[in-house]
């Protein structure tokens, strides 16, 4: 087994040190290191996805966990032969290797550091927990940029994550389960930290079905019906419509749709 580290893209000087530090104390205690480009980075295509399938030990990246695992799994790297263990968890390089030798047998001589692959470019995509996903294709109704389909077993994934618009984490905030993750997004939550889900976001909810046409599974109403909002009126929870009445004008419910029509607007910008 082997501790294989995913490093951070070439400018993070304070970041590469710790990896580097982190490395030679590894190979110092016996365990081989295998140095890496950041994977989340690493093209669809790569061929060191395939080498990766055939090695078995520790995952360290700057990375949460869950969206690493997943990653992996998007290529056929289980859990159980790879283990992601995240570096922002540590303090310094010691206290990870001491966590990485509880984990990996070290041989009783120095090991050695090998690196595998340049420093690709960067990208930005969703990540999909599967275990979380079900397939109830709201992401792929509401992206703007193509980035989902349905495979051959009918269930969404991201056939074309490289569509995705740099930054945008729309479908992660409209996600029932929480199960679209943003690794490298600030908030903890889109990027899948330990103990966190993301829950929808009322707002977002509303553009999707604002935008979609789409009848909420909840109240039953569709935008083009439900009556203008008014003070103090209950809304649903699920799309945030006025519940109870429907409008006699259409003209009412699109008078006060002015804030998500901005929202809306604001994507399709992006797009």
Same mark, same amino acid.
């Given at each position: ?14 970041? +590469? ?26 093209? @669809? &295509?790569?061929?060191?996805?395939? %080498? ?16 690493? @695992?997943?990653?992996? +799994?998007?290529?056929?790297?289980? +859990? ?33 550091? @090998? ?21 109830? /294709? ?15 077993? =009918? ?6 994550? %490289?569509?995705? /618009? &740099? ?9 029932? +389960? ?7 997004? @600030? ?17 977002? /909810? ?13 109240? =039953? ?6 009556? /203008? ?14 519940? =109870? ?15 998500? %029509? ?10």
């Amino acid at each position: 087994m082997q501790a294989i580290i995913s490093r951070e893209l070439a400018g993070n000087g304070q970041r +590469r040190a710790f990896e580097d530090d982190l490395a030679r104390a590894l190979a110092a205690a016996g365990v081989p290191v295998l140095l890496v480009p950041g994977l989340y980075h690493v093209p @669809e &295509d790569d061929a060191l996805w395939a %080498d990766l399938a055939g090695q078995r030990g520790v995952l360290l990246s700057w990375l949460n966990p869950r969206p690493a @695992e997943w990653i992996l +799994r998007r290529h056929n790297i289980t +859990r159980e032969t790879v283990r992601p263990i995240g570096l922002g968890e540590f303090e310094s390089p010691g206290e990870c290797c001491a966590a990485v030798l509880r984990v990996i047998q070290p041989s009783s001589v120095a090991a050695s550091v @090998e690196h595998r692959g340049a420093d690709p470019q960067p990208r930005w995509y969703p990540v999909i927990d599967a275990g979380r996903c079900v397939n109830c /294709k709201q992401c792929m109704q509401f992206c703007l940029f193509g980035v989902y389909e349905l495979n051959e077993d =009918g269930v969404v994934f991201a056939r074309h994550p %490289d569509n995705c /618009k &740099d930054g945008c984490p729309a479908c992660s905030r409209i996600c029932p +389960r929480g199960a679209i993750m943003f690794p490298l997004h @600030e908030d903890p939550a889109i990027a899948g930290a330990p103990g966190m889900l993301m829950n929808p976001d009322p707002a977002m /909810k509303a553009i999707f079905y604002k935008r979609t046409g789409r009848a909420c599974p909840l109240c =039953g109403q569709t935008h083009s019906s439900a009556a /203008k909002p008014q003070a103090g009126s209950r809304l649903c929870t699920e799309c945030g419509m006025p519940i =109870g009445e429907i409008a006699g004008d259409a003209r009412d419910g699109a008078d006060g749709d002015d804030d998500l %029509d901005s929202l809306i607007d604001d994507l399709e910008r992006l797009r």
